[in-house]
T-cell receptor
Framework: QKEVEQNSGPLSVPEGAIASLNCTYS??????FFWYRQYSGKSPELIMS????GDKEDGRFTAQLNKASQYVSLLIRDSQPSDSATYLC?????????????????FGKGTKLSVIP | NAGVTQTPKFQVLKTGQSMTLQCAQD?????MYWYRQDPGMGLRLIYY???????DKGEVPNGYNVSRLNKREFSLRLESAAPSQTSVYFC?????????????????FGPGTRLTVT
């Protein structure tokens, strides 16, 4: 059974702090990992993609991947109230699909982040 | 470049009525997807189309049908709406295909349709 697990939160952090969001996945053969941000009443927006072990930085965002531990995380530095949203972790579990299904993403249920001014 | 567009934005149906949700993308993507999102359930895949001319069932296909009209357009039809189909529906697309591009799996979402069935 394919699974992507996230702590539902809410995760509350003060403005200016580092927010740490975590995600675990069940398929050891997974190769592609994504973080989406979803504001209330809006659609998911892709903010980070990561494919290799280690860290990937983009502005205030850092994605971290550890395939051995089947763990991916998102760090948000200098958190701002505008970062308050639900963050969805998505994984391409290509090992579980073949052919037409191989591009599917499995989404976690999301972690709600609140940045307190 | 509008990305992924969906119509309508809001819809209210009575039980038993039918409707079609429309989705179009202008990114020349090969694959398109329909999801529903319900509180506490996350995003669940209804149907997808890996490429023009193909469609496949996702996690929750019952009560829905789809048509991949051409490379740009992918519609979702509810033949006989039920209250359990009250949800927010999102269309997404991804490049997919051959070529080994690292961004092949990135999915981009439309703004969504909020559907209420009474």
């Amino acid at each position: 059974q394919k699974e992507v697990e996230q702590n539902s939160g809410p995760l509350s952090v003060p403005e200016g702090a580092i927010a740490s969001l975590n995600c675990t996945y069940s398929d050891r053969g997974s190769q592609s990992f994504f973080w989406y941000r979803q504001y209330s009443g809006k659609s998911p927006e892709l903010i980070m993609s990561i494919y290799s072990n280690g860290d990937k930085e983009d502005g205030r965002f850092t994605a971290q991947l550890n395939k051995a531990s089947q763990y991916v995380s998102l760090l948000i530095r200098d958190s701002q109230p505008s970062d308050s949203a639900t963050y969805l972790c998505a994984v391409n579990m290509g090992g579980q699909y073949s052919g037409a299904g191989s591009y599917q993403l499995t989404f976690g249920k999301g972690t709600k982040l609140s940045v307190i001014p | 470049n509008a990305g992924v567009t969906q119509t309508p934005k809001f819809q209210v149906l009575k039980t038993g009525q039918s409707m079609t949700l429309q989705c179009a993308q202008d990114m020349n993507h090969n694959s398109m997807y329909w999801y529903r999102q319900d509180p506490g359930m996350g995003l669940r895949l209804i149907y997808y189309s890996a490429s023009e001319g193909t469609t496949d069932k996702g996690e929750v296909p019952n009560g829905y049908n789809v048509s991949r009209l051409n490379k740009r357009e992918f519609s979702l039809r509810l033949e006989s709406a039920a209250p359990s189909q009250t949800s927010v529906y999102f269309c997404a697309s991804s490049r997919s295909g051959t070529g080994g591009y690292t961004n092949s799996y990135e999915q981009y979402f439309g703004p969504g349709t909020r559907l209420t069935v009474t």
